[in-house]
């Protein structure tokens, strides 16, 4: 079994660099860790950019994907980590309300992960336990300084064993190190590096930058660690999608 890593500058430039390599002909490697130290701009110009590469190779948008695995709305919000992820439950309830379909799967990874679905704002079904917010809280009582890590499964009780077709990312790891800076890995049994991988990443460093405003850390770094990383769509879509967003960093 043959694995690519990539070092990226950031989240943006890592996904450039795997992507430029399942794109290429005669890829083979059957799975991909991208690692990003530094923090990639989560503002709303420079998803708007990243949007626009990808309605020309006519994908999904960056900031739609990243939204279901962390809504955008809970960044920079008031009140206690609690009224921030009801927030973001009333978000993706307002979406279903307008007629969104955000996947295949009845509920989102934020969903997944804080143990809730919202068919509509002010509705919240019960899936498991708010883990997002068992971790949080765990971070902020932790008083010792030495690492530390608090993970997640995204799996559901309503889920059934398939061999194609289950959630794609499977897991969550948060780990605190040197003191003030918080790290996240997620682990993805299969990517899509067309339609999903991007997104995914902008989604999984907010993550960290939520749970790091919650907790007073600061996102120290972001792994991703594709397992079957495929170009869904063709390779000369993603290679045409790779040199768009290329051309903007």
């Known amino acids: 079994m043959q694995g690519l890593s990539v070092s990226g500058a950031h989240i943006i430039d890592g996904w450039v660099q795997a992507a430029r390599a399942i794109a290429a002909p005669g890829f083979a490697n059957d799975h991909v860790t991208i690692v990003a130290d530094g923090e990639w701009p989560d503002t709303s110009a420079s998803l708007r950019?990243?949007?626009?590469?990808?309605?020309?190779v006519g994908t999904e948008r960056p900031s739609a994907v990243a939204n279901m695995l962390c809504p955008n709305i809970v960044i920079g919000a008031q009140g206690t980590t609690?009224?921030?992820i009801t927030r973001a439950w009333d978000f993706l309830g307002r979406g279903r309300q307008r007629g969104l379909s955000y996947s295949g799967w009845r509920d989102t990874y934020f969903e997944r992960l804080t143990g809730y679905y919202s068919p509509r704002p002010g509705t919240y079904e019960r899936i498991k336990e708010n883990r997002l917010l068992g971790i949080t809280n765990k971070i902020k009582n932790w008083d010792h300084n030495v690492a530390s890590s608090l993970y997640a499964h995204t799996d559901a009780p309503s889920d059934s064993l398939r061999p194609r077709g289950s959630p794609c990312l499977q897991y969550v790891?948060?780990?605190?190190?040197d003191g003030d800076k918080l790290g996240v890995t997620g682990l993805y049994?299969?990517?899509?590096?067309?339609?999903?991988?991007?997104g995914n990443l902008i989604g999984l460093q907010r993550l960290a930058r939520f749970v790091g405003q919650e907790t007073e850390k600061r996102v120290g770094r972001v792994v991703v660690v594709s397992l079957v990383p495929i170009a869904e769509g063709g390779k000369g879509r993603l290679k045409r999608f790779v040199d768009g967003v290329a051309g903007i960093l």
């Not at 950019?49 to 020309?56: G, T």
């Not at 049994?189 to 991007?198: N, P, Q, T």
């Open 49 to 56: 950019r990243l949007d626009e590469e990808a309605l020309k």
């Open 82 to 84: 609690d009224e921030k």
């Open 173 to 177: 790891q948060f780990r605190v190190f």
């Open 189 to 198: 049994r299969s990517h899509d590096y067309l339609s999903k991988a991007l």
